[in-house]
Nanobody
Framework: QMQLVESGGGWVQPGGSLTLSCTAS????????LGWYRQADGKEREVVAT???????IYGNDVKGRFSISRDNAKNTVYLQMNSLKPEDTAVYYC????????????????WGPGTQVIVSS
């Protein structure tokens, strides 16, 4: 059974940085994209960043240039380095695993971790 375990959320001041981690287990992820989505209060879930095992990446428009996704295939772990955080980045961040050929589809695909809260506030 697939399992996604997230860590690294918390509170940070505007302009600060956080790193999220997600470790996947339960299957072979070589043909899977691993990544991050987020959902703020009252808003729909949206893509933050996702990456397949050969390095193709997708970033949400609001995070380009500030966030960076990386992946350790040997550890089935994906990382999200978040820099220059803004209050509007406040959300629950969810790890997502999906077949790589669905990487460009919307949020209603794949398996999800329980989520980790990120709060950006002074």
């Amino acid at each position: 059974q697939m399992q996604l375990v997230e860590s690294g959320g918390g509170w940070v001041q505007p302009g600060g940085s956080l790193t999220l981690s997600c470790t996947a287990s339960g299957r072979d992820f070589s043909n899977y994209a691993l990544g991050w989505y987020r959902q703020a209060d009252g808003k729909e879930r949206e893509v933050v960043a996702t990456r397949n095992s050969i390095g193709s990446m997708i970033y949400g428009n609001d995070v380009k240039g500030r966030f960076s996704i990386s992946r350790d295939n040997a550890k089935n772990t994906v990382y999200l380095q978040m820099n220059s955080l803004k209050p509007e980045d406040t959300a629950v961040y969810y790890c997502n695993a999906r077949p790589a050929d669905t990487m460009w589809r919307g949020p209603d695909v794949g398996s999800w971790g329980p989520g980790t809260q990120v709060i950006v506030s002074s």
